[in-house]
């Protein structure tokens, strides 16, 4: 397997995230903060108030640096892939609906699950989460560095991390867990199980 060129659409979404991670940077040491916590943190009680566009926005937002690295890292490594699977256009439009549904599936399970409903999220990790199990259904004996260190057949892999989520939601349903997005990566992790049936009829596996 190798990456054929590399779609200037894989540029145009990390430059979106960088602009807003400066967005957040100025907004820490100004009166822009509260803007940005109504515009680009999603919570049930977002929706609630209405402010369904921070399920898009919310996608693009992140305000550690570690956070922004990591999700832009593998974005970086599987998008320009799967933009030559898919093209452009269908590319675009899995990462944005797996995003969605991520950021849906944080608030869903923050208010029933969870019963903090005014739990806030941010990052791509729910879209990016789409994408790797998307890539891993339909070239499940590629392999994947699990935690960027274990080689292990890419299948396996999102397997794994999948079981990981729905481990990691258990936990904080009980009280426990750590601060991670589980929901949202089960979200769009969701979506790429849709999209892979949908594609399934079209793509031999390697």
Sequence with gaps: MRFLTR?????LIIGLNLIVFAMW???????????????????????????????LTSVFSHNQLFHLL????????FA????????NRRFLFFYLTAGISGSFFHCLTSMALLHHPELPALGASGAIAGVILLFSLLFPKQRLLFFGIIPIRALWGALL?????????????????????HGAHLGGALVGLLYFFRLKSHFRYY
């Design 7 to 11: 779609s200037p659409l894989t540029k």
């Design 25 to 55: 940077l100025n907004a820490f040491q100004s009166d822009f903060l509260f803007f940005m916590g109504k515009n680009f943190l999603v919570s049930w009680y977002a929706l609630e108030d209405g402010r369904f566009w921070t399920l």
């Design 70 to 77: 990591i999700n832009m890292l593998v974005l970086y490594s």
């Design 80 to 87: 320009p892939f799967m933009i030559d699977v898919l093209g």
């Design 161 to 181: 991390f999948v079981g990981i989520d729905l481990w990691g939601l258990i936990a904080q349903s009980s009280g426990g867990g750590l601060p991670i997005g």
